[in-house]
Structures are given as structure tokens and as C-alpha cells.
């Protein structure tokens, strides 16, 4: 992905919260809604190319 330096934070801090969510998962720690890591992945990477789309600072890199 390139994006300007908001949208690349705004990414890597969903995916490190992501990232803990799913480690508290498999240490039986927190149970929740019983979605994969995969099916997480595909919609954070839709959420960024909406988001990078709609970022003039992004459009302007481009």
C-alpha cells in the first residue's frame, strides 16, 4: 500500500490492534465473534483502499 503518512499510521494501528485481538483469541484469553484471520485481513485491506481513496493527501501522491 502507499498512502500518505496518516492513512499508512491509521493502517498499521488497525492492524496491530487486530493483531492483539486475534493473539488474545488463540491464548483462550477473549472469545469473540468467531471470524478468521483472513476474513479480518481482506477487510482491513478494503477499509484502507477506501479510506486511501477518499484522502486528498493520498490522491495527491499519485
Known amino acids: 500500500m ?3 503518512e496518516k492513512c499508512m499510521k491509521m493502517c498499521g494501528t ?7 485481538l486475534f493473539l488474545l483469541r488463540d491464548l483462550s484469553i ?3 465473534w468467531n471470524i478468521q484471520w483472513w ?3 481482506f477487510l482491513m485491506m478494503g477499509l484502507g ?3 486511501s481513496q ?3 493527501a493520498c490522491k495527491s501522491k499519485k
Open 39 to 41: 476474513t479480518a485481513a
Open 54 to 56: 477518499n484522502c486528498k
Open 2 to 4: 502507499q498512502g500518505c
Open 30 to 32: 477473549w472469545h469473540f
Open 49 to 51: 483502499k477506501v479510506g
Open 14 to 20: 488497525i492492524t496491530l490492534v487486530l493483531g492483539i
